[in-house]
């Protein structure tokens, strides 16, 4: 079975371009999660859709962050317009939904710079 | 304040030792600690989740949880070169949808 997907895996621009980050989870998977990781930071939690409703969005940084779940699969986050602070990588995690623990498989992540 | 605190190391060790690694962290409404180990240029895998306190053990690693003490820790026996990794430590609670919170990461050196 497929594990999580990211594309592109690596995004160079130029400060206040656009960029279109894409998640495929693993297939049923309801619950998708998106992380960023900052240079010299921890991961840090940006949002969770359950299906295609967006669950939590509290860890999103501002408003030039757009996030979408269509239908229920994969997933967007759009930034626009990217500033030098939103360097990093960004993680996508996807998980079962059902009662108690269950687990994050992660995708390798997009590695975006801007320049 | 971090909300998981992690020493960065990194941590070198000579193969065959035990490693010991561990995080601090301050929210008492966390239930689930994990575990993940990242290679270079790819995602966190999950290594071993705990739920509430007490020990839990598979193969060479043991995950040990004190929420009085709000401390964890991770131990690899037999440590190989291929355990040569960074070593996250995350935490979750389910009324917050299981949202992971990450301590910054121990990057571990097994020399052979």
């Known amino acids: 079975e497929a594990g999580v997907t990211q594309f592109p895996s690596h995004s160079v621009i130029e400060k206040g371009q656009t960029v279109t980050l894409r998640c495929d989870p693993i297939?049923?998977?309801?619950?998708l999660y998106w992380y960023r990781r900052v240079m010299g930071k921890e991961i840090k939690f940006l949002l969770h859709?359950?299906?295609?409703?967006?669950?939590?969005e509290s860890g999103m940084p501002n408003n030039r962050f757009l996030a979408e779940r269509t239908g229920g699969t994969y997933s967007t986050l759009k930034v626009q317009p990217a500033e030098l602070e939103d360097s990093g990588v960004y993680f996508c995690?996807?998980?079962?939904?059902?009662?108690?623990?269950?687990?994050?498989?992660f995708g390798p992540g997009t590695r975006l710079t801007v320049l | 304040q971090k909300e998981v605190e992690q020493d960065p190391g990194p941590l070198s060790v000579p193969e065959g030792a035990i490693v010991s690694l561990n995080c601090t962290y301050s929210?008492?409404?966390?239930?689930?600690f994990m575990w993940y180990r990242q290679y270079s240029r790819k995602g966190p895998e999950l290594l071993m989740y705990t739920y509430s306190s007490g020990n839990k053990e598979d193969g060479r690693f043991t995950a040990q949880v004190d929420k009085s003490s709000k401390y964890i820790s991770l131990f690899i026996r037999d440590s190989q070169p291929s355990d040569s990794a960074t070593y996250l430590c995350a935490m979750s609670a389910l009324a917050a949808g299981n949202k992971l919170t990450f301590g910054g990461g121990t990057r571990v050196l097994v020399k052979p």
């Open positions: 995690a996807s998980s079962q939904t059902g009662g108690g623990y269950n687990e994050q498989f």
């Open positions: 859709f359950v299906k295609e409703s967006k669950q939590d």
């Open positions: 929210n008492s409404a966390f239930q689930y």
């Open positions: 297939s049923g998977h309801d619950n």
